[in-house]
């Protein structure tokens, strides 16, 4: 093989790597895009899903005080929560204006919007995350145990 032919081959080696480092970079990216948008998604069917139990708890109440008692006590079923130490205890007291808001909205629409809503929850969602580092929605990511088989 002459210098050319080896010279030749080297740039199509050099090029053939290149290639393939450009395709796993590639893949690489896509795996942690297509990650971030099903975190995404999830939270978006959390938020959907505890804000529409949360509508339906407050619904029949008869003030905003029993609203506010019985969305809290949705959300710590929700969550697991039989107990309340004083870190719970503040998401709670932080929760309390969301389940407020809804209330509003869903009693009196007329005095009040959709967006104090998406604001109150909002507010709650950013504090949370400044407060423990972490999404809220992050509370509801319970792994189930596997539990053994059991023949009858």
């Not at 929605?137 to 088989?149: C, N």
């Amino acid at each position: 093989m002459t210098i050319a032919a080896k010279s030749f081959l080297d740039d199509l080696k050099a090029a053939a790597a290149q290639a393939e480092a450009a395709e796993a970079q590639y893949r690489q990216e896509a795996v942690q895009r297509i990650a971030q948008l099903e975190k995404e998604r999830a939270f978006a069917f959390r938020r959907l899903n505890l804000v529409n139990a949360v509508a339906g708890a407050v619904r029949q109440a008869e003030n905003e005080e029993a609203a506010v008692a019985g969305g809290l006590a949705l959300l710590r079923d929700r969550v697991d929560w039989s107990t309340v130490d004083e870190r719970r205890s503040e998401v709670l007291a932080r929760f309390s204006p969301l389940v407020a808001a809804v209330f509003r909205a869903v009693t009196r629409p007329e005095d009040a919007s959709s967006r104090d809503v998406a604001d109150a929850l909002a507010e709650f969602e950013a504090w949370y995350l400044n407060q423990r580092g972490n999404a809220f929605w992050a509370l509801f990511e319970q792994e189930l145990p596997e539990l053994p088989l059991v023949e009858v």
